[in-house]
Structures are given as structure tokens and as C-alpha cells.
């Protein structure tokens, strides 16, 4: 069963709760503050925090980032509902594509349609994002998935 989110924009003064988030989870956290990275917090029906996930827009295409499920809700589904509630974020700026990175992940990512790529073939835009360029190891997986 597909969990049922409530997504909240985060300003960026709001964000030290995906700060917090990502390095208990042992992610990038770096460029949190970043006013150009967009994030949002995710909260069940009954008002449970649930995650915080996020996108940097690069032109047509977007990097998905920073997609974190708290603790006592792992394995629900919750990880799943980001996604897909930032993959619509995605096309309501106009998006045709989401890139991520993932060193842990790519389970979860092929799951929701996303194909593995070679790190050369990204576009510029997410070659030259801190995110790419320098927060996530080489060793991280670029995925790849084509909006409609």
C-alpha cells in the first residue's frame, strides 16, 4: 500500500531538520542552506513527520537529492511517496528529466523507473551541481528518469 504524504515547503531557514536528517542518515548535507536547492518535509495523514526530500533545477532537468525517510517509519512505503511527490514538483516546473545519485538506494530508484547512466553522459547543468561535482563520491550511482 502506497503511503499518503503532505508535502511541506521549506524556506531556508527552515532547514535544519533536513540538515539534521541527512547526517544522522549519513548523506550530503553541505549545501542545505543553498537557496537554489528546494526542499520539502513530508508528513503522514496523522501529521508524523516522515522525510524530507529535494530538487535543484537545472533548466529541463532536475537532480533529485537529499531523499531521506525518518527512522521509525522506514520499510512503509514513505521513501517511495517522496519520490513520486517530487517527481510531480519536477513537472510543475516544467522538467522532462530527474537525475539522483544514490550510493545506497538504487533499488528503490529502478523500482520507480529510474535506469542506471554513466556519470559522463549528464547534462552540464547537473555535472556542475555541488551535489555532483564535489558532495557525493565518485562511487555514487547516476540514475536517470524520463518524465511524461
Excluded: H
Excluded at 515547503?9 to 543553498?34: F, H
Excluded at 537557496?35 to 529535494?54: C, E, I, K, M, Y
Excluded at 521509525?72 to 519536477?90: H, S, Y
Excluded at 513537472?91 to 542506471?116: I, W
Amino acid at each position: 500500500m502506497a503511503a499518503t504524504l503532505t508535502a511541506f515547503p521549506l524556506a531556508v531557514w527552515e532547514r535544519d531538520g533536513v540538515k539534521a536528517a541527512l547526517r544522522k542518515a549519513n548523506l550530503p548535507a553541505d549545501d542545505v542552506t543553498e537557496p537554489r536547492v528546494l526542499f520539502w518535509r513530508f508528513s503522514t495523514q496523522d501529521d508524523v513527520p516522515a522525510g524530507f526530500g529535494g530538487l535543484e533545477i537545472c533548466g529541463s532537468d532536475a537532480l533529485m537529492r537529499s531523499v531521506v525517510t525518518l527512522p521509525p517509519l522506514r520499510g512503509q512505503g514513505i521513501g517511495a511517496a517522496i519520490v513520486t511527490a517530487l517527481e510531480a514538483e519536477a513537472r510543475l516546473a516544467k522538467c522532462t528529466s530527474v537525475y539522483l545519485l544514490t550510493a545506497t538506494a538504487q533499488g528503490l530508484f529502478e523500482k520507480r523507473g529510474y535506469a542506471r547512466l554513466d556519470r559522463s553522459a549528464a547534462p552540464a547543468a547537473i555535472r556542475a551541481t555541488a551535489q555532483f561535482s564535489a558532495l557525493c563520491p565518485d562511487s555514487a550511482v547516476l540514475m536517470l528518469k524520463r518524465l511524461r
